[in-house]
């Protein structure tokens, strides 16, 4: 199947490499809704895409609450804000997300290995560490678990998909400022530009 870019792909793609120099232009800010309808918002190192289909790929601990909510049937519904600070400008990404855990049985087995090989050792260690969130253990070991084989991703380390439906990209510089909204409408993406 054949599967043109987004056309709001271009415009992110530019704009991290014009915000190379900022490690922090690769952090994001993911919001998702809980059960009871309560937004939750944390920040997540984009990991790069899943291409063919242009998904942003994000890594996170099963044991996670947002991968707990998932797993129990919350909304997958998610925007990621994203701030790129040289450049100033924001893209916001809305749309579903999906988890690739260690008993995934689709094709997407693959992308979470090299996901989880790709990670540095400092990041790999994480998902040795004991339950996030569970009161903090009085034993140092507990702190300190053996590094984990780069090639074997533990059990607790998960793949996270976001598919965006509807894409806004806001710059500030210029004048005026431009805003575009991309929308994902019977299968096509259509641009527009919006008042921001
Ligand atoms: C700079 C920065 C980068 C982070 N990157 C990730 C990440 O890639 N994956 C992740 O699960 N959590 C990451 N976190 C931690 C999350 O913000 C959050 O605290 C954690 O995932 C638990 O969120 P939850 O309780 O909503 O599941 C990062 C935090 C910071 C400050």
């Known amino acids: 199947m054949n599967h043109p870019l987004p056309p709001w792909r271009s415009p992110i793609a530019r704009a991290l490499h014009r915000n190379r120099s900022l490690a922090y232009a690769r952090y994001v800010q993911l919001a998702t809704v809980d059960a009871s309808h309560r937004p939750e918002n944390r920040t997540m190192v984009f990991r790069g ?31 990621v804000c994203w701030y790129f600070p040289k450049t100033r400008e924001q893209f916001r990404l809305s749309g579903t997300l999906t988890l690739i855990a260690a008993d995934t049985t689709t094709s997407h087995h693959k992308a979470r290995q090299e996901a989880w090989q790709q990670m540095s050792d400092a990041g790999r260690v994480q998902f040795a560490w004991e339950t996030p969130g569970a009161d903090r253990s009085a034993d140092p070991a507990a702190l300190n678990p053996p590094q984990p084989d780069p090639n074997q991703p533990l059990d607790t380390f998960c793949l996270l998909l976001l598919e965006a ?32």
């Open 165 to 196: 439906v509807a894409v806004t990209h806001l710059e500030l510089r210029g004048e005026p400022q431009s805003c575009y909204l991309y929308e994902l409408l019977d299968g096509e993406w259509q641009t527009r530009s919006i008042n921001p």
């Open 49 to 79: 895409w899943l291409d063919p289909v242009s998904q942003l790929k994000f890594v996170t601990d099963i044991r996670s609450t947002k991968a707990i909510n998932l797993l129990a049937g919350a909304s997958d519904w998610a925007e």
